[in-house]
């Protein structure tokens, strides 16, 4: 439960169930001075963004990997999404406010329209060559995985 806040909390000795308030302050002090930036994996491009105007990175192109197929939803009922959002309170709270303060930094940072549009033009022209690179690192460490190590022979 609450594997977020946990994280950012530094907590992993609070038993099952037994999260509290503290524990999303304590992610909250620990985000606010440790944290310099935070982003949304649905705002994505846009937490690269931040990062580059943070930190100076630049080229920063990426591959999707391990994303499930477009249209390929898993069911869950109301009670299930009940139960879910009541075992990770803490966390959902957590999204709100990191949710509300990457807006903020979006909204107060000049060009992000502009940059954004660059960054998905050039994402879109590195995806190509991303992908196989990617594919050729994987099957590299696939083929050395898969043999047996070589021994040297003794006479």
């Not at 308030?21 to 705002?43: I, K, P, Q």
Request: aromatic content about 8%.
């Amino acid at each position: 439960d609450n594997g977020q806040a946990r994280a950012l909390a530094g907590d992993a000795a609070t038993p099952f169930g037994q999260c509290s308030d503290a524990l999303l302050e304590a992610a909250l002090r620990n985000l606010d001075g440790h944290v310099s930036v935070a982003g949304l994996t649905e705002r994505f491009d846009e937490t690269l963004i931040m990062l580059e105007a943070e930190f100076g990175w630049k080229n920063l192109y990426y591959v999707r990997t391990n994303t499930a197929p477009a249209g390929r939803h898993l069911h869950v009922s109301d009670a299930e999404r009940q139960m879910i959002a009541e075992r990770n309170r803490y966390d959902c709270e957590l999204y709100r406010i990191v949710a509300e303060r990457v807006q903020a930094r979006i909204d107060e940072t000049p060009g992000v329209a502009r940059r954004l549009e660059l960054h998905r033009r050039g994402n879109a022209l590195y995806a190509p060559w991303g992908r196989f690179t990617h594919r050729l690192r994987r099957t590299a460490v696939r083929a050395t995985r898969s043999r047996p190590p070589t021994r040297p022979v003794r006479n």
